[in-house]
């Protein structure tokens, strides 16, 4: 099960984040509370493991910024999380070796999500980074063959619910492990508690599903 701790605002979460054992980082660069410069992003990045997969969350910007800033921040993935068409997010894969899209469940553009080319589909409350959870049944007509990241008011609590009802391919989380009242900080025990559930409701022969060579591994691309 691949996990994703997003809204990363500084190092210290950072490292934190992967020393428990989190698979990726998101760093939000559309207005939010959790948005974070490039400069401080790209001293993050830095400072981690080359395994860790980096992304940076974009939300109707144009595909123009969006690729300077994953070149100047040094990411390695791209979170679209807007209105973004299948032209633009193509345009975004350019310059990012992993992309998700991000869409509220049950929404309509999801019938298209073969146009965008993208890697996995991140499955969201209406409104995202608002800590709500949504209806889990509405995934429940997703292409089979497309990895789905569950997102939306997932908590330490309830994450072990959702990989139950959704069977994702991975999970995504900021609010749930949050400082209560500080969107700038991760708290580390809900990090740790996080990610120890969804590690013991994913058994080892489930940890992935197989829907071919994995997108994330670069480890043979000469770079």
Not at 130 to 135: E, I, K, L, P, Q
Not at 163 to 174: E, F, L, R
């Amino acid at each position: 099960m691949y996990i994703k701790i997003c809204g990363i605002t500084n190092e210290e979460d950072a490292l934190t984040a992967v020393g428990l054992g989190a698979d990726a980082l998101g760093f939000v660069f559309a207005p939010s509370s959790r948005q974070v410069a490039v400069g401080v992003v790209r001293d993050i990045v830095k400072r981690l493991p080359p395994d860790v997969l980096t992304v940076g969350v974009f939300r109707d910007q144009s595909s123009t910024e969006v690729v300077e800033t994953i070149l100047e921040a040094g990411l390695s993935g791209a979170q679209l999380h807007g209105h973004e068409t299948p032209r633009e997010a193509q345009e975004v894969r350019e310059a990012a070796k992993v992309m998700f899209v991000a869409f509220p469940a049950g929404d309509p553009g999801l019938k298209n999500l073969a146009e965008y080319g993208a890697d996995a589909v991140l499955l969201d409350a209406p409104i995202p980074g608002s800590g709500t959870v949504f209806d889990w049944s509405h995934v429940e007509n997703m292409p089979m063959d497309q990895r789905v990241i569950l997102a939306g008011g997932l908590t330490p609590e309830n994450v072990a619910e959702g990989i139950a009802k959704v069977q994702p391919w991975g999970v995504d989380v900021s609010t749930g492990v949050e400082v209560p009242g500080d969107p700038q900080r991760k708290h580390p025990v809900r990090m740790h508690s996080f990610i120890k559930a969804v590690r013991s409701a994913t058994p080892p022969e489930e940890q992935a599903k197989d829907l071919g060579p994995d997108p994330f591994d670069w480890s043979l691309d000469g770079d």
